[in-house]
């Protein structure tokens, strides 16, 4: 099993949809959860940070489930501008701990 | 007033030359990283430093050497550059090992 797993899509949704992504990582004692997202030919760069009880940022909304090794994004009324690839990030526990970017899930939003 | 900058952001070269990579960060983190993203578009770590010192060595090639002279700064030197080194490669910054990371805008390195 890959350390953080994501659907690739692409998701090609209309302006103004509700869209969600999912990542399923396989160290149980992982610790830290991010998204980032990253735009055609750019670096990736922070979303936000996913917390134990769920959090909102605007139209955004993370949630991560330990039990599953699950975590979610959800994007409300998409704008043309939310077109990136988003990037589930978890770190990896241990005497390193460095961070594990999934490959990432492609959104498309059409006008 | 770019919080991680990297130079430079194209570099195209024949195979078998050597080429360096630098990285400053101007935000006051105590740890640095290089990534390599291929074509694939798959991000993968191979180096991060802490406050000087190496802490990660992925399985990259010893052709690759990461050279940190302070913790503002990571520089990472290709020797012997083969067509498979062809990737965008990004240097990033965090406080400490566990948090959000801030990434330079990426060197996109072309071999011939």
């Known amino acids: 099993r890959k350390e953080v797993e994501q659907d690739p899509g692409p998701f090609n949704v209309p302006e103004g949809a509700t869209v969600a992504f999912n990542c399923t990582y396989s160290?149980?004692?992982?610790?830290?959860f991010f998204w980032y997202r990253q735009d055609c030919r750019k670096e990736p760069k922070l979303l936000m940070s996913v917390y134990s009880s769920g959090n909102e940022d605007g139209r955004f909304t993370a949630q991560l489930n330990r039990a599953s090794q699950y975590i979610s994004l959800l994007i409300r009324d998409s704008k043309l501008s939310d077109s990136a690839t988003y990037l589930c990030v978890v770190n990896r526990r241990g005497s390193q701990g460095n961070l594990i970017f999934g490959k990432g899930t492609k959104l498309s939003v059409k006008p | 007033d770019t919080a991680v900058s990297q130079t430079p952001k194209y570099l195209v070269t024949q195979m078998g030359n050597d080429k360096s990579i630098k990285c400053e960060q101007n935000?006051?983190?105590?740890?640095m990283y290089w990534y390599k993203q291929d074509s694939k578009k798959f991000l993968k770590i191979m180096f991060s430093y802490n406050n000087k010192e190496l802490i990660i060595n992925e399985t990259v090639p010893n052709r690759f050497s990461p050279k940190s002279p302070d913790k503002a700064h990571l520089n990472l030197h290709i020797n012997s550059l083969e067509l498979g080194d062809s990737a965008v490669y990004f240097c990033?910054?965090?406080?400490?090992?566990?948090?959000?990371?801030?990434f330079g805008d990426g060197t996109r390195l072309s071999i011939l």
């Open positions: 160290n149980s004692a992982s610790q830290s």
């Open positions: 990033a910054s965090s406080f400490g090992k566990e948090k959000p990371q801030h």
């Open positions: 935000l006051g983190h105590d740890t």
